[in-house]
Every structure is written in structure tokens, then in C-alpha cells.
């Protein structure tokens, strides 16, 4: 569990949500969109539904095209107490595209439902939700002009302009790997750096499973790369995140295979036990930005024909929405002084799972116990810390930062209905 950071916070218990029901029916594009096709795509949607959205670039590519984000929310300037932030991170391997159309169709369903289903504009109203299509989009163009469609395996269009597997190309947590850094990857740095994201997934294809960390672990070794169970700090929460992925997916929990694999249980795998990888994404995202990240295979096929995008759609809809509402469920609320004052350099541990104990530099360490109600899942808890004696007696460090110190900590309350 994460101890530090510099950002009020939110302490998540993983329960199950239900996709919302919809009177209007959503129909996606049943296309593959090149990177002019999607920008257009983006820009329309933008432009329809200008005060929800928000469509911004992360950087460049290395041939010269934007990394896209478009942010979906109903307060996305005003940066709004405690309304966490979640993010889709597609086509991260050009070749594996199905992301790519499902992100797009997901931003437009976000779109259009919140003028059309209360839950989904409730959801919107206290939380941003940025989708990133394609972090590729170099490697897909390679994909398409090459032909790639239909093409269920083979590496074409998979890494980036620079011949760079950017799902190897991160910071590992395990293994020292000071390579070249792809301009993509140090786009998606910087952004998880300035944007605290408190949820993610990155999406693939060439199987079907969810994902969770460790990806990797100490000793591996690169030349046997050896499958084993490499167990996050938190673990359990991971798991529950996965099963919440797999089980609202039409396909996944029931195991299927790939060609002439067998599935996963439950449709959830560690990293590591399936295969070691360093340099990947979601230990990044866990262990350096403090953000609760799964990998999601999505599909067996990676580029499959595009008369099957619908299917995939309609698999992934529920999952999709299902998983980024775990952004809400658990404990939230600010750290102040005792005049109500925001402070910075909070430190907050978690102890137990039900008490944490948040400390300041100056200030006595305040221990509480929280319990999440199971009927609601949700607990409102504000946090007031008082000068330690020392300070009072000096009336040294008077200067208190005048911004929210924001931790975002997920936990696990182990209940009967999430096992």
C-alpha cells in the first residue's frame, strides 16, 4: 500500500455496480477509423457536446501525430473537490486495434448519455473519465496500410515509428532498464506526473483476460523468464478489480481460450504468473504514479475483421462502465488544520485495512478507525490534525500551503458478496 503522496483523499472498498439501463439505444461505428478519421471523430464529439468533454493532446508521436485524450465530465476546469479521475489508455500495440474502436464508441455512449440516463450523468457529475484511443497511432497507420485487418496474430504495426515495444519501455520497479525512452512513453509519464489519476486500465488484444500487477518481480531473468505469482501490496484489491472487469465482460469470466490455449480462471491472471514483463505500463502506473492500473486483453484476434467490431462493443460496454465506478466506492475526505486550513506534505497509512493514521510535519499523528457501511459502500471522513506541542510552544512553521494535499489510496473490506 502506498504510504506518501502530495495529492484530499479516497480510500476505495471494491463492491460490484450494474451497467445503467438506457431507454436510447447506442449504435457505434462498425469501422476502423485511420488517424484522420479519428480526429475528425474526436472533433465532432467535441463540438457537439462542448460543455461535458474536453478534447486535449498528451504530446506527439514520434512521425508527428497527437496523442488525443478526450476528457468526458461535467467539471473538468474547475477541478472539483474530490471528484477523482480515471483513465482508458488504447492501442497501446498498433497492430491490436480493437481498443482503439471501442475507446471511440465508449466516449461517444458517455456523450450522449448523459443527457439521456440519470445514472450515467450522476456518475459524470463527480468524477472525469479521460480516454486516450490510441497511444500508438504510428504503429496502427502501419497496421492498416499494411493490410493488417482480419489478421488475428503476427507483429506489424505493433510497436512504435521508432521500432520501440512501448509496452517494455517504461520504468520497471524490479529491474534497473535504462533504455531509450519513447516519445510516447515520456508523453504518458509527464501526463500520469501532472494529472493524479486515481483508476486506469490500458487496453490490448491477442487474448482474453484481465490483467492485474505484478508484472514482473526481483531476479527475473530475461533469458528463461520464468511465469510466476508476483503479489502486489494490494493484492486483494486487484483481484477484485479484475473480477469486476471479468464478470461484467460477456465472454471472459467464462474462461475461454485462444486457439489451442486454455482460459484463465475466472478470466483474471496475474502478470507475472503468466508471463514476466519489464518495462511494463501497469507496474509504472501502480508503483511510480500511485494509480490502481489492469491490463485488458480484450480480444483473441487483435485486428479482426472490422464486420466484428459490434460483437466486441457489446461485450465490453458493461465492463467498461462497471470498472471505472470503483472510483467511488470507500472512504473520502480532506486533511486540514485546526482553523480548517488545507495542509501539504500529508502522510497517510493505511493500518488494517479499517484504520489509517495521517500525520504532517508540525502536527501530532491523528489515528482513526473507519468503518465502510456494505449498504452504501461510501463514507464521507474529513480529518483534523493539531499542532504538536512543540510547534505550539515555538509558533514556528506558520506558513500552511494553500492547497488540498489529494491521496488517493485504494483498500479492501472483505465482505461476503465480494468473494
Known amino acids: 500500500m502506498f504510504t506518501k503522496a502530495y495529492f484530499p483523499f479516497i480510500l476505495l472498498v471494491v463492491l460490484l455496480a450494474a451497467w445503467p439501463a438506457s431507454g436510447d439505444e447506442f449504435v457505434p461505428d462498425n469501422t476502423y477509423h485511420d488517424y484522420n478519421q479519428l480526429e475528425l471523430f474526436l472533433r465532432d464529439i467535441h463540438t457537439t457536446y462542448p460543455s461535458i468533454t474536453k478534447l486535449y493532446s498528451i504530446g506527439k508521436s514520434f512521425q508527428g501525430r497527437q496523442l488525443y485524450v478526450m476528457a468526458v465530465g461535467k467539471y473538468l476546469e474547475s477541478g472539483e473537490l474530490l471528484h477523482p479521475k480515471v483513465k482508458y489508455v488504447g492501442n ?64 506489424v504495426g505493433r510497436n512504435n515509428a521508432e521500432d520501440l515495444d512501448l509496452n517494455r519501455n517504461f ?33 490490448h488484444g491477442g487474448a482474453m483476460v484481465a490483467n492485474y500487477p505484478f508484472d514482473n518481480y526481483y531476479g527475473v531473468d530475461s533469458e528463461k523468464s520464468e ?26 469470466h467464462l474462461e475461454p481460450g485462444c486457439d489451442s490455449e486454455s482460459g484463465f480462471k475466472n478470466g483474471i491472471t496475474n502478470g507475472a504468473e503468466w508471463y514476466p514483463v519489464t518495462g511494463g505500463m501497469q507496474d509504472f502506473n501502480y508503483m511510480y504514479a500511485g494509480c490502481m492500473e489492469l ?13 466484428d467490431l459490434l460483437s466486441y462493443w457489446s461485450d465490453n460496454k458493461d465492463a467498461l462502465y462497471n470498472y471505472m465506478t470503483k472510483v467511488h466506492i470507500g472512504v473520502l475526505g480532506v486533511v486540514t488544520d485546526e482553523d480548517a486550513n488545507p495542509l501539504s506534505g500529508v502522510n497517510i497509512t493505511v493500518a488494517g485495512r479499517e484504520e489509517f493514521v495521517a500525520s504532517s510535519p508540525g502536527y501530532s499523528v491523528t489515528e482513526l478507525t473507519v468503518v465502510v457501511p456494505p449498504e452504501t459502500g461510501r463514507i464521507m471522513q474529513n480529518i483534523t490534525l493539531t499542532k504538536a506541542f512543540i510547534e505550539r510552544a515555538s509558533h514556528a512553521d506558520k506558513n500552511i500551503s494553500d492547497w488540498i494535499t489529494r491521496l488517493f489510496v485504494m483498500w479492501y473490506l472483505i465482505m461476503s458478496m465480494c468473494q
Not at 516519445?183 to 500520469?192: D, F, Y
Not at 491490463?295 to 464486420?307: A, D, F, G, I, R
Open 92 to 155: 497501446m500495440h498498433g497492430n491490436e486495434a480493437v481498443s482503439r474502436e471501442i475507446l471511440l464508441s465508449f466516449i461517444k455512449y458517455l456523450a450522449i448519455s448523459y443527457e439521456t440516463n440519470s445514472t450515467v450523468r450522476e456518475f459524470l457529475g463527480k468524477t472525469q473519465v479521460h480516454i486516450m484511443p490510441t497511444m500508438n497511432p504510428d504503429g496502427f497507420e502501419v497496421a492498416k496500410t499494411s493490410n493488417q485487418e482480419g489478421t488475428c496474430g503476427g507483429v
Open 171 to 203: 520504468p520497471d520497479y524490479f529491474v534497473k532498464n535504462d533504455v531509450d525512452r519513447a516519445v510516447e512513453t515520456r508523453a504518458l509519464m509527464n501526463w500520469v506526473a501532472d494529472t493524479h489519476f486515481v483508476l486506469s486500465a490500458n487496453l
Open 227 to 252: 511465469a510466476r505469482y508476483s503479489k502486489a501490496p494490494d493484492d486483494d484489491v486487484f483481484i477484485n478489480l479484475a473480477k469486476t472487469y471479468s464478470f461484467s465482460h460477456a465472454k471472459m
Open 295 to 307: 491490463t485488458l486483453e480484450l480480444s483473441c484476434c487483435k485486428y479482426p475483421p472490422h464486420s
